[in-house]
């Protein structure tokens, strides 16, 4: 099968997520800020449940000046899942783990049509 | 050569300056309050007996019963087989001791012109590293300024018993900047064994607290080292980490790796996890770990980034000083990474 229905639109509104299978994967789907993003739901930690876990935007920093704090803030443009058992976060865009982009989700590429959003090879 | 096959630079060895002669590099109200000081009167010393009884002497040098004289150096360095020796002012570990830089930031200064007057001599192939008086930033890029470019200053050195808070705090930001401004590689310096200071009071012999003792200075410092950013701050910083030998590299290694996994939010500066950093630094070999099975050692080696990141050190004359030979005698090494262990990725690093 090269695709899925996950459900409709309205069905998968802004800060809601649901879980489908996708060529023998578990795969959550999620809408953040009105985007669409899928990924892998099973953390390769040790397996837990990464689809119930907070999303939240990137934490980023920068260096500003010697012997001041860092200026940390929260991604406009990057959201995070976190695994509820240990904190793996893992980046909703590319599926790398935030700290080690060695360390990988599979994400899915998402498509609309006629009100219903599918998975897609 | 100091070895029959190799050139040897020794990254740590120690010189025991008498303290009336360094006290005259001190200003006043120092040099006063230091000539009429008895040992251990301004600077801590360290409980324990590091002689075993009077089963561990050293026959090259007046020490332990005396303090060294810089004529002694020659000697010193035939005696272990070096070509090229970096020596660290012996009282200076227990710089970290001191909570004021009242004392700490004349100390620093008249140290370090003691050494270059009366012990530095690159010419013959004797170095030191300038130890900053870390409870002053100002002061300490101060001392840099002042003597970086001096040829017998390969290193600044910053002792890991002690500083608090742990050294990668920002506090030390201007240090670190300084050094990368001036390329000066920056020594981390394990120091601590005291039966009676440990940080667990209630041992009872030597043997336990210094099993302990620098180890522990060096994990906690290397922690906040690398988890403050400071290789990402400072990323044109030569990182050396120094007598603590080698097989806790890697249990820090995966340790810090399994929490910064599980907590990367915390240290949002890294964008690497935390052994990849430390697989970027140096490390001293001495106290070198001698498994039964040199398999285990040849592991670890490879785990913190293979030969290229080790220099030989030999900690002379401190009672467990390791030879050369620890680094010849290894069958995993070829010629060529033993060469480099002994001596050639020092004189790169340090520029010697």
Redesign the interface.
């Known amino acids: 099968m090269n695709s899925v229905l996950v459900c409709s639109e309205k069905d998968l509104p802004n800060g809601s997520k649901k879980v489908v299978n996708f060529q023998d994967t578990p795969v959550v789907v999620l809408n953040v800020n009105d985007s669409y993003y899928a990924i892998e739901a099973v953390c390769p930690?040790q397996r837990g449940p990464l689809s119930q876990g907070a999303v939240l935007p990137k934490?980023?920093?920068s260096?500003v000046e010697?012997?001041?704090?860092?200026d940390?803030y929260f991604s406009e443009t990057s959201f995070t899942i976190s695994c509820p058992w240990?904190?793996?976060?893992f980046d909703l865009s590319t599926g790398h783990?935030?700290?080690?982009?060695e360390?990988s989700l599979k994400v899915f590429n998402i498509v609309t049509e006629s009100g219903n959003i599918y998975l897609k090879e | 050569m100091g070895n029959r096959n190799y050139s040897v630079v020794d990254v740590d060895a120690h010189f025991f300056e008498p303290l009336h002669d360094f006290a005259h590099y001190l200003d006043e109200p120092w040099k006063s309050r230091f000539s009429g000081a008895t040992r251990g009167r301004f600077i801590p010393g360290s409980t324990g007996d590091r002689w075993v009884g009077g089963r561990i002497m050293r026959n090259v040098t007046s020490y332990p019963q005396n303090d060294m004289a810089p004529e002694e150096i020659p000697a010193v360095m035939k005696h272990v087989g070096l070509d090229k020796i970096i020596l660290l002012p012996n009282k200076m570990l227990s710089f970290g001791k001191l909570s004021s830089d009242e004392i700490a930031v004349p100390l620093a200064n008249g140290y370090v012109d003691y050494m270059l007057d009366k012990v530095v001599n690159p010419s013959e192939g004797i170095y030191t590293y300038v130890v900053a008086p870390f409870q002053d930033t100002e002061e300490s890029v101060a001392l840099i300024d002042r003597v970086a470019d001096e040829k017998g200053i390969v290193g600044l050195c910053l002792v890991t018993a002690g500083p608090e808070p742990p050294l990668g705090d920002r506090r030390y930001d201007l240090i670190y900047e300084a050094c990368q401004d001036r390329k000066l590689p920056v020594v981390f310096h394990a120091g601590g064994s005291s039966v009676d200071n440990f940080f667990i009071r209630g041992y009872r012999k030597f043997l336990e607290t210094h099993t302990l003792g620098f180890l522990w200075n060096n994990m906690a410092q290397i922690v906040s080292l690398v988890v403050q950013g400071v290789p990402e701050k400072y990323p044109g910083i030569d990182i050396i980490f120094q007598e603590s030998g080698i097989f806790w590299v890697p249990l820090m290694m995966h340790r810090l790796d399994a929490e910064y996994m599980k907590r990367r939010s915390e240290a949002p500066l890294l964008t690497k996890k935390p052994s990849k950093y430390m697989q970027e630094f140096y490390y001293g070999t001495q106290p070198l770990e001698s498994p039964e099975n040199e398999e285990h050692l040849e592991q670890i080696v490879n785990m913190i980034g293979g030969p290229e990141h080790l220099m030989y050190a030999s900690d002379y004359p401190h009672w467990d000083y390791d030879r050369p030979s620890v680094i010849t005698d290894l069958n995993f090494l070829t010629d060529d990474q033993k060469s480099m262990v002994l001596g050639k990725t020092a004189e790169k690093v340090f520029g010697i």
């Open positions: 930690h934490l980023e920093a260096f010697a012997g001041k704090r860092l940390e240990h904190g793996w976060e783990h935030c700290g080690d982009s360390v």
